[in-house]
């Protein structure tokens, strides 16, 4: 039984003191970070301490910012390496359904906004209920309401955001 223990006491151990083994010295030049000692010293790099570095390699940024979509005459975003290329026709008719369902969204959001505007009364909603007797009630609910009517301020900023990232419309002829 005594053995066993020791055993036991010795794998934990071990267990133990891997993960300490398998960290490396990390190096911070700037905002990039190695583990190379050669490199770091050609650099003149700080070593890092006091915790573990987790680096996650980004993506690279597309070039030229707002003068992508002038270049091309297409769309300034890129689909990803692999994906299945779509014709012109399809995509346009994607981009339209895309439009019709954000123009009915905004539509709604836009009605929504007038039906609380009214409701809220400029901030002076009528009483409703106990609220005549419970003046914190009142004042809640009003509370809640130009919540809601920023939230929804909000989505329709958000809808018209998405609408003006789609491609013009095509103009009739």
């Known amino acids: 039984m005594k053995t066993a223990s020791l055993i036991f006491l010795a794998a ?11 960290q490396e010295r990390v190096w911070r030049c700037g905002n990039e ?12 790099c700080k070593i890092m301490e006091g915790g573990n570095v987790t680096v996650v390699q980004g993506t690279k940024p597309s070039g030229g910012g707002g003068s992508a979509s002038s270049g091309s005459g297409g769309s300034a975003a890129r689909a990803p390496a692999g994906s299945p290329r779509v014709e012109g026709v399809d995509q346009r008719a994607r981009d339209g359904e895309a439009r019709s369902v954000l123009e009915a969204e905004l539509r709604k959001a836009e009605a929504r906004q007038t039906e609380l505007k009214k409701e809220y009364n400029n901030g002076e ?4 209920g106990s609220e005549g007797r419970n003046y914190q009630k009142y004042l809640d609910r009003v509370a809640e309401m130009k919540a809601e009517l920023a939230r929804n301020e909000s989505d329709i900023a958000g809808i018209r955001r998405e609408i003006g990232r789609l491609p013009a419309k095509p103009q009739a002829q």
């Not at 934990?12 to 398998?22: F, H, N, Q, Y």
């Not at 190695?34 to 650099?43: C, D, G, L, P, Y």
């Open 12 to 22: 934990a151990s071990v267990a133990a003191a891997v993960p300490a083994l398998a």
């Open 125 to 128: 909603p009528e009483k409703q």
């Open 33 to 44: 970070y190695t583990n190379n000692a050669t490199v770091a010293q050609q650099k003149g």
